[in-house]
């Protein structure tokens, strides 16, 4: 087997409890006591400026830089002030760790779960692409591949045409998740169905109701073109298309929860169609604007179940909610390192087709028993 280097992993602030769990995989992976992460800071001074300082030699090495930009528990003083480090600053972070390896590893590549400026991918009028703008920025300082989870618009990577970009999906660890907490459920197209969201899921949506054989359905978001609230036109309406949703069990798919404002709407439509149950699968779960309407629309029977996964940072008052699912993500993130690290392909990480039927075929077997 071919590896690129000596493989070494870095953890950017707020990452560090998953790349330690990421760490312990690849010891397993691998057969070794020793850890695979390098000790690196980014040291703040009083004005808010920063460096970067890495502790052992670069090297050689093929490095895998784990950056989490969403973390807002992370904070630094300035001006004797604790300030929460904003996605702007969790990027700036990841380029100083990449200066300071100057130029000396083999090989650099990013694992970005939620990708900075994700959103800001298309121009509509006269705005900025940032998120094309971040992945030229990362290239042209040496970063070979960039892996991350479910980007909002994987055509993004267009902006990067000659170097690698992986938009991974935690598809089977979702669905691995739901018949692990909700036992009773049926995966079959007589009592489950997969909704998307908006027009914008629809392949997240399509590729699960392909794999399982149920049946799909979507909304379509009505919004308000004339206004602009918070950045964004307003949603004056969720319209459904699709099959009759009596007595079934529906999960919804989408790429984040940021307000869950969308959410619980369609969620709240779907059971006003007679949806027997709500399970929501999020790749990112941020909550932005808090938990009190999750809590709400939870006692009030809207949704029964949220699935998120531990790329990005959530507090120890989601963790703790009844109704939310915390899907760990590390041992994939293993899986991917090491395979990239051996210049082997990724391609069944990438589509677990076959993992998802199997998955489905022991738990439809464990129900008959």
């Known amino acids: 087997m071919n590896f690129n280097g000596e493989l070494k992993v870095i953890g950017m602030r707020g990452c560090e ?4 769990q990421v760490d312990s995989y690849l010891k397993q992976i691998r057969g070794s006591d020793k850890s695979f992460v390098v000790s690196a800071q980014c040291p703040r001074f009083g004005s808010g400026e920063a460096k970067a300082l890495i502790n052992e030699s670069m090297r050689g090495l093929d490095l895998y830089i784990i950056s989490d930009c969403f973390n807002y528990g992370v904070t630094y003083k300035m001006y004797g002030m604790q300030v929460p480090m904003s996605p702007d600053d969790h990027f700036q972070d990841l380029k100083r760790i990449i200066a300071a390896t100057g130029g000396k590893t083999r090989r650099i590549s990013v694992i970005m779960p939620m990708l900075y400026e994700g959103r800001q991918h298309k121009r509509s009028a006269r705005e900025s692409l940032d998120c094309a703008l971040a992945l030229q920025e990362l290239t042209s300082m040496g970063v070979t ?16 045409p000659l170097n690698g970009f992986d938009s ?19 995966l079959d197209k007589d009592n489950i169905m997969v909704v998307s969201p908006d027009e914008g899921a629809i392949g997240r949506s399509m590729y699960i109701a392909s794999v399982l054989g149920i049946e799909l359905g979507m909304f379509y978001k009505r919004r308000n073109y004339s206004i602009i609230v918070d950045g964004k036109n307003p949603i ?3 319209e459904y ?10 999960i919804v798919v989408d790429d984040m929860i940021s307000s869950g404002d969308s959410m619980i709407d369609v969620a709240l439509q779907l059971k006003e169609r007679g949806a027997k149950r709500v399970f929501v699968f999020a790749t990112f779960a941020l909550f932005c604007n808090g ?9 009030e029977g809207i949704f029964d179940k949220i699935f998120a996964t531990n790329l990005t940072y959530h507090t120890k008052e989601i963790l703790s909610r009844d109704w939310y699912c915390d899907v760990n993500m590390s041992k994939y993130v293993s ?17 677990p087709v076959q993992k998802i039927r199997a998955l489905h075929d022991k738990h439809t077997e464990s129900q008959s028993e």
């Open 335 to 351: 899986y991917i390192i090491d395979t990239i690290n051996k210049d082997a392909s990724i391609s069944d990480l990438l589509n």
């Open 145 to 160: 591949n960039i892996i991350t989870f479910d980007a909002h618009d994987p055509r993004v990577q267009n902006a990067i």
């Open 17 to 20: 409890e998953f790349t330690a």
């Open 241 to 250: 298309l699709g099959r009759d949703l009596s007595g079934k069990d529906v």
């Open 291 to 299: 938990l009190e309407k999750f809590d709400k629309a939870y006692e």
């Open 236 to 238: 004056e309406a969720h």
């Open 168 to 186: 991974v999906r935690p598809t089977y660890q979702m669905l691995k998740a739901l018949v692990k907490n909700v036992p009773d459920v049926v």
